[in-house]
T-cell receptor
Framework: EAGVAQSPRYKIIEKRQSVAFWCNPI?????LYWYQQILGQGPKLLIQ????????DSQLPKDRFSAERLKGVDSTLKIQPAKLEDSAVYLC???????????FGQGTRLTVV | QKEVEQDPGPLSVPEGAIVSLNCTYS??????FMWYRQYSRKGPELLMY????GNKEDGRFTAQVDKSSKYISLFIRDSQPSDSATYLC??????????FGTGTSLTVIP
């Protein structure tokens, strides 16, 4: 079974630039998460999708972050404009349904300089 | 106060030792408890997934949940250098949104 795919693996941008990350979840997984993991911290939920609908985006900084999941499959997370404090690993995870385990991708490491 | 507290370590043990990793939490509604292992520059990988209180064993790994004390543990027996990683605990009320600890960095010395 193929895992959660994310791209790019690494990205370096200057502050105030924009950046986008892509996630392809495991086939058939209805729930998709984006997490932000700052160095030395645990993952923090940014947004949760159920199919193509948003379940929880309460911790998403909506003035600069946006995410979409068209057709309930792939998802993109965008940051515009980026700040230095956005430097982190952005993890995508998916699960087939509630009360099942979540599988993580390898993450995209973003460095904002 | 954070929802989930975890000692960041680092923890260093000799090969073959028994390792104990712990998390405490404040939300008594948490029912789902997980342990993830995260190697450097990799995504978290699920090790153990338990519901409610009790113990669960899988090979060298044992997860314990004590809801009365709001305390969970992961024990690793016969630790190996390949166990060197960061261990994250995670918890959920409904099995939907997960709250992660900060992770404990473990090094097993050959």
């Amino acid at each position: 079974e193929a895992g959660v795919a994310q791209s790019p693996r690494y990205k370096i941008i200057e502050k105030r630039q924009s950046v986008a990350f892509w996630c392809n979840p495991i086939s058939g997984h209805a729930t998709l998460y984006w997490y932000q993991q700052i160095l030395g911290q645990g993952p923090k939920l940014l947004i949760q999708f159920q199919n193509n609908g948003v379940v929880d985006d309460s911790q998403l900084p909506k003035d600069r972050f946006s995410a979409e999941r068209l057709k309930g499959v792939d998802s993109t997370l965008k940051i515009q404009p980026a700040k230095l404090e956005d430097s982190a690993v952005y993890l995508c995870a998916s699960r087939p349904s509630m009360n099942t385990e979540a599988f993580f991708g390898q993450g995209t490491r973003l460095t904002v300089v | 106060q954070k929802e989930v507290e975890q000692d960041p370590g680092p923890l260093s043990v000799p090969e073959g030792a028994i390792v104990s990793l712990n998390c405490t939490y404040s939300n008594s509604a948490f029912q789902y408890f997980m342990w993830y292992r995260q190697y450097s520059r990799k995504g978290p990988e699920l090790l153990m997934y338990t519901y409610s209180s009790g113990n669960k064993e899988d090979g060298r790994f044992t997860a314990q949940v004590d809801k009365s004390s709001k305390y969970i543990s992961l024990f690793i027996r016969d630790s190996q250098p390949s166990d060197s990683a960061t261990y994250l605990c995670a918890m959920s009320e409904s099995g939907n949104q997960f709250y992660f600890g900060t992770g404990t960095s473990l090094t097993v010395i050959p």
